[in-house]
């Protein structure tokens, strides 16, 4: 029966700790892994130079969850990233494994969640775009984004015209 445990991650190193915990050998061979290592992660994206940035942040900042067969904790603790494990008085404590269970629902729900949000809202410089009014779609080309709102040049009587229209409103031509 697989032990689950919270150690401690230095920060931003969440994802390359848990690399390296479930890169690790078994001891003897056709035994399986000593440690399965897993951080919750959410995609957050964000508009770096106009150009979209998508980054994977850890839900819970600063902890890994490892669940071992027999105890390899000073193994587990040997890399670089690697905290205290969480526990009373040194000892490490277990968690139930019904919170393991939840962490992991939760990791999918937002991996869901940030599916449907990276996919709408991200419209670059220059970026020709369509908005219906009514009956009529309206071309337009993308200036810049401001969290919801966008800036479009719209052509009316002749003359390019700067409007500013919430983002959701918009679709890719």
Request: glycine content about 6%; hydrophobic content about 45%.
């Amino acid at each position: 029966m697989i032990r689950w445990f919270a150690l401690r991650a230095k920060p931003n190193c969440e994802a390359r700790l848990c690399r390296r915990i479930n890169a690790m050998p078994a001891v003897y061979e056709g035994e399986p892994r000593p440690a399965e290592a897993i951080a919750p992660m959410e995609r957050v994206e964000w508009r770096l130079r106009n150009k979209p940035m998508i980054r994977p942040v850890p839900i819970i900042r600063g902890y890994v969850f490892v669940g071992m067969l027999r105890p390899v904790f000073a193994a587990c603790r040997a890399f670089p990233e690697a905290g205290q494990w969480m526990g009373i008085d040194g000892v490490p404590r277990e968690l139930p494994y019904r919170s393991i269970q939840r962490i992991r629902e939760i990791e999918a729900e937002m991996s869901e969640a940030s599916k449907t949000r990276t996919n709408r809202h991200l419209f670059g410089k220059g970026q020709q775009v369509r908005r219906k009014v009514g009956n009529v779609i309206v071309p337009a080309t993308v200036v810049a984004q401001l969290d919801d709102d966008v800036r479009i040049l719209v052509s009316m009587l002749g003359k390019m015209h700067e409007v500013r229209v919430r983002a959701k409103e918009l679709e890719a031509a």
